[in-house]
């Protein structure tokens, strides 16, 4: 089951939005150049508050264009900032992390240098070409505007010289816009136009009436006129719509200038391959009268292949079309029509065109790209430090090494500030560079002690610290750290451990000792060594023979059960313990924390982690090969960390699990025994593990998607279609449902939930995460006591309160995990109150609101049958008596169902193109215009 790639139209119906808000919130209005520095203005004919750009670079020149070419201009577009140094220089700007910004750069030659020479260069966003600036004229004002996702808490806007003339900037506008506006599959949209049709004024609408300051450019195509029928403006409506469109803009409209004519217009593209999406504005602007029969009803094109069913409004009604993924052509040419039923003529307000700018270079680590910059502010490094520090690889920190590899963010290797006139203590951000291999800081004037801190970086083979001012013993923990080159030389007051301990001896030697002090030293010294030797001959001696006993005790455990094991373990030192059974006994707390009974804990004491088949066990040096020296680190799970690998050419998962979490090492041991047992395509699939000394690891499968947590949320740019979601869901009863009833002993998971949930390349869902799994034998009985585990939100109410545990305890957290992909709301609401997700489903359920039940981004494309059927299997789930939920293979058949539903209503759907099928939907509230064929 892929996500459809089908050219799915999507139909938002929205009030008209006529309120000008005059709230700059998630604003950031930047005049470069303005001077002087820290400055601030609003713009008279904006009402829009600019700041000086001198807190966003440091570098650059501060100008003004010539005054004959001010004269038309706003005040924002005066002065600029050129970078007549260094072949990249960057602003970077705090942004909200995770939001969606429109940013938008401007630049007007203006003659500022006096050269009359227009010149060309390149635009960055972070570590990506954004696009190339080219000026015709020194008026001309050049505007690129881009909608980005952000990741980070920083954004870097950068002008690259590309040897065509010194690069500037005259304004930098970011503007915050809600997550759930433009919501593509794409992480950026680059600006092709943005078209206010029939606009009497032929002035660019943006702020004020604009909320987002969107600029709209006037337009009337050839062959349509504006639209002449209304003798009185609109009344006034606040907008709840998602995209908040200008008044300005909405009540004016063109219509075909003749009689039975259509309203054409379109672009061709410079670049035939690049993939664009566009949204189209409707709004009915002419009041009905009493008993008037007036209808407006159209049909819309694109190439010459109709989109379907006729479209109509009601007054003041605004619809809006978006395709949910791109398209490639050659040339686009819509076309509006009237229906023969139609006593109007068409009409469209509004336009906008955006084309894919998938900007596909990873940033530099998130963690060292930090510290660097951290670094150079300590320093205050005079280097073109600007940018991404690793990448472009062309225009890399000078200084730097980096390694790159694959899909993998780049790291920093190595960091050569030699002779760079730093001064102070060594700088704890260094700590912060993990791949760090080589550091050289010679050659300075830095001062204090050698820090501990240096001995933590893994990978530190070279470290150069001669002819600086460091003073102190060098760590003994860095003295002794295996392949490591110390340099020191040069620096008078550094010496390593034992020799500052002489060089104090030394420098006592002067004062002279009484004649009788020496022998009674060397007596006392000579007792003591006496007494030591002693006192570790016994030693020895006792612990051997406590060492036999030991020994003999377990052996005895290892045949007779377990209870003899658990009585001796008790009594050994901490260290024996974790050599013996492979983590730390910690009974009472490990029950609490991972939910294991006294029986789990001690067979988990007993039973070796190991194995068959025995093909399956990787040694920790084949781990570290499969990893690449743990090389693409993909953050924390549970109790350790996941990485990405190559096994036999293929790309692998690799959990690793830490050596000192013995509750890791259940739960991973766990996993590993079901995991062997266990085959289904809807199923993680394990191919190795590793258990070598303290070093745990195992092996599964990629998951190209990650989970589903990453996808279903209201925030997320993924938007799946009904027909997906239901696959999804049909995908983990499945798997839930062999769990129960296709193995022997069944299999209870215990911990159900989005996370757990992982999405391939083509979005079929594999349901993981068997750390708290488990086996029970159906034949003793339907249920078995055990202690809770789980994730709140997830877990069953009732096997909450009597530690119960039932094949119905995972319908209850599928249950949730269902409502979360129909809704796309998280199992805990957190709005004025916490609120589960059952709780608030069901109180629209009950009002039949199913609308408002559904996420959102969905506008209505799906089939209500089955919309309401599995809003309903998923209330089922959730009943807090468990007599009442279904069993799997039950919700399993209904789910199908379901998608059979779907997948029906969709074979109506019309065949936009030869090359692929489109399918074409709409639909939202409670009376849905027609839908599509």
């Not at 600007?386 to 990448?391: A, L, S």
């Not at 789910?895 to 779907?902: M, R, V």
Request: net charge negative.
């Amino acid at each position: 089951m892929m996500v459809s790639k089908a050219f799915t139209f999507l139909c938002c119906v929205v009030l008209i939005n006529l309120s000008n808000a005059q709230d700059q919130t998630g604003f950031i209005s930047i005049d470069c150049g303005l001077q002087p520095d820290n400055s601030s203005y609003t713009e008279s004919s904006t009402g829009i508050d600019y700041v000086s750009d001198s807190s966003y670079t440091d570098t650059g020149t501060n100008s003004f264009v010539a005054p004959e070419y001010r004269a038309n201009m706003m005040q924002s577009m005066w002065s600029v900032r050129s970078f007549p140094e260094g072949s990249r220089n960057c602003y970077t700007i705090g942004v909200n992390i995770t939001a969606k910004y429109l940013i938008r750069a401007a630049f007007m030659y203006g003659n500022y240098d006096t050269r009359n020479e227009l010149p060309g260069f390149d635009l960055h966003l972070g570590p990506n070409k954004w696009d190339s600036v080219k000026l015709e004229s020194s008026e001309q004002t050049v505007s690129k505007e881009i909608i980005y996702s952000v990741l980070t808490d920083t954004l870097q806007v950068c002008l690259v010289n590309t040897g065509n003339g010194t690069p500037f900037i005259s304004v930098l506008e970011l503007r915050q816009l809600p997550d759930s506006s433009y919501a593509t599959k794409s992480e950026s949209l680059q600006l092709f136009q943005r078209l206010d049709f029939g606009s009497s004024t032929n002035l660019t609408v943006r702020y004020p009436d604009d909320v987002f300051d969107r600029k709209w450019f006037p337009s009337t195509p050839n062959g349509s006129k504006q639209l002449s029928e209304l003798s009185t403006s609109p009344p006034s409506r606040n907008s709840s719509g998602k995209f908040q469109l200008p008044q300005a803009v909405m009540r004016t409209a063109v219509i075909p200038e003749t009689t039975g004519g259509s309203v054409d217009f379109g672009w061709t593209p410079d670049d035939p391959s690049l993939e664009f999406y566009f949204y189209l504005y409707f709004t009915e602007l002419q009041e009905p009268s009493s008993g008037s029969v007036a209808r407006r009803e159209f049909i819309i094109s694109l190439n010459g292949n109709s989109f379907g069913r006729p479209f109509s409004l009601d007054y003041l009604e605004t619809l809006v079309l978006s395709i949910s993924n791109p398209l490639s052509e050659q040339s686009f040419q819509f076309s509006i029509s009237q229906t023969r039923d139609s006593t109007l003529p068409p009409l469209i307000n509004a336009m906008e065109a955006y084309f894919v700018n998938k900007l596909p270079q990873s940033s530099t680590d998130q963690n060292d790209l930090s510290a660097m910059r951290n670094i150079k502010s300590a320093y205050k490094v005079k280097r073109n430090w600007e940018g991404d520090t690793c990448v472009p690889q062309a225009y890399t920190w000078e200084g730097v090494n980096c390694t790159y590899s694959g899909t993998s963010m780049p790291r920093v290797i190595s960091l050569n500030l030699s002779s760079a006139g730093l001064t102070g203590d060594i700088a704890s951000d260094i700590s912060l560079l993990t791949r760090l291999q080589v550091l050289d800081l010679s050659n300075n004037n830095l001062t204090g002690p050698v820090p501990d801190f240096l001995a933590q970086l893994q990978f530190l083979r070279v470290l150069n610290l001669a002819n600086n001012q460091l003073s102190g013993p060098i760590p003994s923990i860095l003295m002794r750290k295996s392949g490591l080159s110390i340099s020191i030389e040069g620096n008078p007051s550094i010496c390593a451990a034992g020799a500052c301990e002489e060089l104090s001896q030394t420098k006592s030697k002067k004062k002279k000792l009484p004649g009788f002090v020496i022998p009674l030293v060397a007596s006392l010294a000579g007792l003591i060594l006496i007494a030591t030797i002693s006192a570790a001959i016994l030693f020895i001696f006792i612990r051997k023979k406590k060492q036999g006993r030991t020994v003999n005790r377990t052996i005895t455990a290892s045949s007779n059960g377990p209870s003899l094991l658990r009585r001796d373990t008790g009594s050994m030192p901490r260290s024996m313990q974790r050599r013996e059974t492979g983590f730390t006994t910690r009974p009472s707390l490990q029950r609490i924390e991972s939910g294991m009974t006294d029986d789990e804990v001690n067979e988990t004491a007993v039973d070796s982690f190991d194995m068959e088949p025995a093909n399956r066990k990787f040694t920790y040096a084949e781990i570290v090969n499969i990893t690449n020296g743990f090389e693409r680190d993909q953050g924390k799970v549970g109790f350790g960390r996941n990485y990405l690998g190559q096994l036999n050419g293929k790309e692998v998962t690799v959990k690793v699990v830490s050596s000192l979490s013995s509750q890791g090492y259940k739960q991973l041991r766990a996993e590993v025994k079901h995991l062997f047992r266990i085959h289904h395509k809807n199923l993680i699939t394990m191919l190795g593990y590793c258990n070598e000394g303290d070093k745990l690891a195992v092996i599964y499968e990629y998951m190209a998607n990650g989970n589903l947590k990453q996808h279903i949320s209201e925030s997320s740019p993924t938007v799946f279609s009904w027909e997906d979601r239901l696959g999804i869901a049909v995908d983990v009863a499945q798997g839930l449902e062999y769990l129960h009833t296709g193995c022997t002993p069944p299999i209870i998971h215990r911990n159900v939930k989005c996370t757990n949930v992982f999405l391939d390349e083509n979005f079929n869902a594999k349901l993981g995460g068997f750390g708290l799994s488990r086996a029970f034998d159906a034949a003793e009985g339907s249920h078995m006591n055990t202690a809770i585990a789980g994730t709140p939100g997830y877990v069953d109410p009732e096997y909450y309160t009597s530690n119960i545990l039932t094949e119905k305890s995972d319908v209850y957290s599928f249950g949730v995990v269902l409502l979360e992909i129909v809704t796309a709301k998280p199992a805990i609401i957190k709005d004025e109150e916490r609120m589960h997700i059952s709780q608030w489903v069901e109180s629209l359920l009950h009002r039949e609101n199913i609308e408002e039940i559904l996420d959102p981004s969905l506008c209505g494309d799906y089939d209500l049958t089955s919309a309401f059927k599995t809003v309903e299997i998923a209330v089922a789930c959730v009943c807090r008596n468990s007599g009442d939920r279904p069993g799997m293979s039950r919700v399993v058949t209904a789910l199908k169902e379901s998608l059979a539903a779907e997948v029906e209503r969709k074979k109506d759907l019309p065949v936009v193109s030869t090359d692929s099928v489109e399918d074409l939907a709409l639909g939202f509230g409670s009376n849905p215009p027609p839908r599509l064929r």
